[in-house]
């Protein structure tokens, strides 16, 4: 009897195809809610689970009692709890790789809006404003030869500091848990502590995982440690920063501009003051958001559930011990 699948959160017919090719599969292609009776009733039966951004609890799991193994369309897995997977044999993976280019030309567009202030003066222009020349009052800041900070330097982060590096002329600083030599010697970064980057940046591009290392690891007294002349950009996770703290020191003028594609709640809500902010650019969490690269994160996902579910190691497991009791 084949083994059955709950699939959301968006494959396209090539890889629906290519999963009934080899499961039962039950596909939801607009889930609203993990509480969708549906989705639930599919969920009791499946053996694995293909999707993406649905916050994964243990009360959720306790619902999915011949669950394997989970494909994640996302390399953030902050929205899973690693150790109870593992606790109870359920493999997870992600979609680490496909999607590190993509997401490093996202914070680097956010890096570029926010110096030259390309969506306010485009705001400008669509309005019916530009009368005459522009002057200082509107002017950018550059890009090229500033400092660039990185607050995590791991895959995206350093696909980011490559393109500063390498195209921009920018010198690199980094936090990160872990030196990188490699990437010392490639992009003459160093290494530094997080309170001398902050310092020191004229750019604070946060690329950090969240964890509970790394929860509002930015907050007021790393705002107030930034230059005045400095642009914060987050295009990690929300809730590595404290938003009230963000939009306090924005208020105050503690730094010049925020580039933003993660916050604390998304969507974000109605009432907050960040998008009505000109110095303020917010993305809708588009990061990896291209039809090539989302294509290519869904049949990672794909690829690793077949695996996964056909007792052969995926490409990319998170809990590499789940997979350890899985193969037994
Ligand atoms: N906005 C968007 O659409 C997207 C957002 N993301 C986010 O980006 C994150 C990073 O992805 P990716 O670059 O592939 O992941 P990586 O694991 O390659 O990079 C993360 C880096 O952060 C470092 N790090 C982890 N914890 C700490 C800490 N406590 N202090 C300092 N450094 C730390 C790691 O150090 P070490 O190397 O030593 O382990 C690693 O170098 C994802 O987890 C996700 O949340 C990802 C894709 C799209
Ligand atoms: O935020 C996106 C991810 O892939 O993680």
């Not at 969708?36 to 694995?48: Q, T």
């Not at 950018?140 to 030869?145: Q, T």
């Not at 010049?256 to 650019?281: I, T």
Request: charged letters at 25%; proline letters at 5%.
């Amino acid at each position: 009897m084949k083994k059955r699948i709950v699939a959301f959160r968006r494959l396209n017919d090539d890889q629906l195809d290519q999963l009934r090719g080899d499961f039962h599969v039950d596909y939801f292609d607009n889930l609203e809610s993990a509480d969708d009776p549906a989705f639930l009733a599919a969920l009791a039966k499946a053996h694995g689970l293909v999707g993406a951004s649905l916050k994964i609890t243990p009360a959720l799991l306790d619902k999915a009692p011949h669950l394997e193994a989970i494909a994640s369309i996302s390399v953030g897995y902050d929205n899973y709890p690693v150790e109870e997977l593992t606790r109870r044999g359920i493999l997870l993976c992600n979609t680490p790789d496909v999607l590190t280019e993509t997401t490093a030309d996202t914070g680097f567009l956010l890096i570029m809006a926010t110096a030259r202030r390309a969506v306010e003066l485009a705001d400008f222009v669509k309005r019916g404003d530009w009368q005459s020349s522009i002057g200082e009052a509107q002017f950018g800041s550059d890009v090229h030869g500033k400092t660039l900070g990185m607050v995590g330097l791991g895959r995206i982060g350093a696909a980011i500091a490559r393109r500063g590096a390498l195209g921009f002329g920018m010198p690199i600083l980094y936090s990160n848990a872990s030196p990188k030599p490699a990437l010392e010697k490639e992009l003459g970064a160093r290494r530094c502590e997080l309170d001398e980057l902050l310092e020191a940046a004229d750019f604070v591009c946060v690329t950090v995982p969240l964890s509970a290392q790394t929860e509002r690891l930015i907050g007021a007294r790393e705002f107030a440690l930034m230059r005045q002349s400095a642009i914060f950009i987050n295009i990690s996770r929300g809730k590595v920063v404290d938003e009230a703290a963000l939009i306090a020191a924005l208020e105050q003028g503690e730094f010049r501009a925020a580039g933003l594609d993660v916050f604390e709640q998304e969507p974000l809500p109605k009432d907050s003051p960040l998008p009505q902010m000109a110095k303020v650019v917010a993305l809708p969490h588009i990061g990896s958001a291209t039809v090539e690269t989302r294509t290519a994160m869904a049949q990672r996902a794909v690829d690793n559930i077949t695996l996964a579910l056909g007792g052969q190691r995926p490409i990319s497991p998170v809990n590499t011990d789940a997979w350890a009791t899985l193969s037994d």
